[in-house]
């Protein structure tokens, strides 16, 4: 039984690994997944959230370069290297915008950076503000690869640290629904009678009520967050999960092994465990890829619609709310950028989870 079932796991991965957009789709989430993880390491702007913001700069296409003057904090800020790495850089400096700067005796004379040709403010600063008097080490040229957003932050440090919320909510939603998914399924068809009408009662109820509508309520008991909104997108996607188990266990209960274990006398919940439930996961899996493209899906609308993440955490649902206007407005990239990334993820969930049930399906 353990061979045939290695050997059924075997010709499952052959057919997955034959599968080109199946493939693609599964690197290119690993490699989605490691931004999310690592964004801080990846981003040009490692602060928290990516939130430097230089409004001098605002709104700047992709590629823009300019100089800008680091004028350090005196405040010390006490921040592990894991908090750095995870977390983001407190960084309490200021970042200016300039033009050009001279430097005098014992001052820097820079101009600040003003768009549209206008002519931006000349101010001048002590040297003894930088340490060692390293003036040149805290001018340097930075280049903006997808341009800024209306409050002048790092496009692309945002969509890196917004990929973060957009890829967890996936997990964290997926793993919810399947944990109460399973269960109530699992009782459901296990047990029949009126503990299944109770729960399919509940289930209809659940199904009745627009998800987007249930998130919605669902978040405003819970309060505006980060965590509510991973915890009400898993609330309401356990359902499918929960009909789909309880129709394989009923399909399955009555087949020998089932039998022969209930002779045997082992309790309910090892024949649930140990026995039906391994041999039902396939359409499982297959629901579980669909859900974490649902769950990113539904997290992008709940904060374009301004209830999920809240600033100044990025997310691309947020930043695609911000900037949508820009697109009647001739910069169009500010909305479609973080557009395209939900795109591409779900995409490439919906491609795997087809991968996968191709590569499952025992009928081929």
């Given amino acids: 039984m353990s061979h045939k079932s290695n050997s059924?796991?075997?010709?499952?991965?052959?057919?997955?690994?034959?599968?080109?957009?199946?493939?693609?789709?599964?690197?290119?989430?690993?490699?989605v997944g490691l931004v999310s993880v690592f964004a801080y390491v990846f981003a040009p702007d490692n602060s928290q959230y990516a939130n430097q913001m230089h409004l001098a700069i605002h709104s700047e296409k992709p590629g823009f370069k300019v100089t800008m003057l680091t004028i350090p904090s005196k405040i010390k800020v006490?921040?592990?290297?894991?908090?750095?790495?995870?977390?983001?850089?407190?960084?309490?400096?200021?970042?200016?915008?300039?033009?050009?700067?001279?430097?005098?005796d014992d001052e820097l004379e820079y101009k600040e950076y003003a768009a549209d040709g206008l002519e931006g403010a000349e101010k001048t600063i002590m040297l003894s503000v930088f340490p060692a008097g390293k003036v040149k080490d805290f001018i340097k040229e930075k280049t903006f690869?997808?341009?800024?957003?209306?409050?002048?932050?790092?496009?692309?440090?945002?969509?890196?640290?917004?990929?973060?919320?957009?890829?967890?909510i996936g997990f964290v939603a997926v793993l919810i629904s399947l944990v109460i998914g399973?269960?109530?399924?699992?009782v459901a068809g296990y047990f029949g009678g009126k503990v299944d009408a109770v729960i399919m009662w509940?289930?209809?109820?659940?199904?009745?009520?627009?998800?987007?509508?249930?998130?919605?309520?669902?978040?405003?008991?819970?309060?505006?967050?980060?965590?509510?909104?991973?915890?009400?997108v898993g609330?309401?996607?356990?359902?499918?999960?929960?009909?789909?188990?309880?129709?394989?266990?009923?399909?399955?209960?009555?087949?020998?092994?089932?039998?022969?274990?209930?002779?045997l006398g082992y309790t309910d919940l090892r024949i649930i465990v140990k026995h039906i439930l391994p041999n039902i996961m396939a359409p499982v899996i297959v629901i579980s890829a669909a859900n974490f493209a649902g769950a990113i899906l539904i997290e992008s609308g709940l904060s374009f619609l301004g209830i999920g993440a809240q600033p100044p955490m990025a997310s691309w649902g947020a930043m695609i709310k911000d900037h949508y206007n820009y697109i009647i407005l001739g910069k169009p990239y500010l909305a479609i950028i973080p557009g395209l990334c939900i795109m591409s993820l779900v995409m490439a969930f919906m491609l795997i989870g087809n991968a996968l049930r191709d590569a499952l399906d025992v009928k081929n």
């Fill in 8 to 31: 059924l796991k075997q010709l499952a991965l052959q057919k997955f690994k034959k599968n080109f957009w199946g493939v693609f789709s599964f690197y290119f989430i690993v490699l």
């Fill in 78 to 104: 006490d921040q592990s290297a894991f908090d750095k790495l995870f977390f983001g850089k407190k960084n309490t400096d200021s970042e200016i915008p300039i033009t050009s700067y001279t430097i005098k």
């Fill in 145 to 168: 690869l997808f341009g800024t957003d209306k409050y002048g932050r790092d496009l692309l440090s945002r969509v890196l640290v917004g990929a973060r919320i957009s890829f967890f």
């Fill in 182 to 186: 399973i269960f109530m399924g699992s």
């Fill in 202 to 232: 509940v289930i209809n109820v659940t199904w009745s009520i627009p998800t987007l509508l249930l998130v919605i309520a669902i978040t405003l008991a819970l309060g505006k967050g980060f965590w509510q909104v991973f915890i009400a």
């Fill in 235 to 263: 609330l309401t996607m356990w359902v499918e999960v929960a009909r789909v188990v309880r129709g394989q266990i009923i399909s399955t209960k009555e087949m020998q092994y089932v039998t022969a274990a209930r002779a």
